[in-house]
């Protein structure tokens, strides 16, 4: 695959790295860059993860890519390898930043996971000439750009000793929020992420605590353009759009009779514009 080469100051996207220390002078990489800056985050983590930190970190890129943000990470084993796959499962866009060069790939068995997220609309990233191996220093350097590509760096599972934790101090040092994921108080796995939540960052259990602080216009999309088919349709969406949430309620106020009143409830439940709640509750998805 051909390895491109681009100033990261001249590149629209990429121009958010000016903020960070020794910022590249020129990146290399394999696929595609998005033109424009997009909703940009950051997962790292353990690279032994355990079932509870593979769950969480799938989730949570899945459901961030499939809202259209951007997941970086550093290709690595565990979480980072998870969340690439996640996004890529979403129909998402993710982004590897490499502590080597662009025409290697570290660890080896990670070539498949390379190739599908250029397959996939992504790129492989690096600061680092071709045929430039993977050295222990580079790691620290490489997980400066992992957050200085990205509005936010989120934490799914970290130990107390963690290397993930370097990748939060550049993203404290370069102004981006950071995110983590609450662990088991017994596992020494969370240990890690625990410490930074008593220390400041900000705890979370989905994407939507994260979208609300980085791009809080993307929590209401639904809200702002969705349109109901007809009028009784766009009554009930005005409805929930107020607050209303019971179905009888719903009813009475949409003043349509219930044959009408069901018909256009199972529409918009088809269309993916509501969603129910249970006990005849619904809101907007």
Request: glycine share 8%; with cysteine; proline share 5%.
């Amino acid at each position: 695959m051909n390895i491109n080469k681009v100033s990261p100051h001249k590149y629209k996207y990429l121009q958010i790295i000016d903020t960070i220390d020794k910022s590249p002078e020129k990146l290399y990489f394999i696929g595609k860059l998005p033109a424009g800056r997009q909703p940009t985050v950051a997962i790292v983590g353990s690279r032994r993860p355990t079932a509870y930190g593979k769950e969480v970190t799938y989730r949570i890129a899945n459901d961030l890519a499939s809202r259209g943000i951007i997941i970086v990470s550093g290709m690595a084993l565990g979480v980072d390898a998870i969340a690439h796959r996640a996004a890529m499962d979403a129909g998402g866009i993710t982004l590897a930043v490499l502590a080597n060069s662009v025409d290697i790939v570290y660890p080896a068995n990670h070539k498949q996971l390379a190739t599908d997220i250029v397959k996939n609309g992504g790129a492989i990233i690096s600061e680092y000439e071709p045929v430039t191996q993977a050295r222990d220093f580079q790691f620290l350097e490489r997980n400066r750009i992992v957050s200085g590509l990205s509005d936010a760096v989120i934490v799914t599972e970290a130990a107390a000793r963690s290397g993930t934790l370097s990748t939060v101090m550049h993203a404290l040092g370069q102004g981006r929020e950071v995110f983590v994921v609450p662990g088991n108080i017994t596992s020494p796995l969370s240990v890690g992420c625990n410490n930074l939540i008593k220390q400041g960052a900000h705890p979370i259990t989905c994407a939507e605590d994260v979208i609300e602080i980085i791009a809080p216009d993307m929590l209401r999309p639904q809200a702002s353009l969705a349109l109901g088919s007809n009028p009784s349709e766009s009554k009930i969406i005005e409805l929930l759009l107020s607050g209303i949430r019971d179905g009888d309620e719903l009813q009475t106020l949409a003043e349509i009779n219930a044959s009408e009143f069901s018909t256009a409830l199972t529409m918009l439940e088809i269309s993916g514009t509501i969603r129910p709640l249970g006990g005849n509750q619904w809101t907007l998805r």
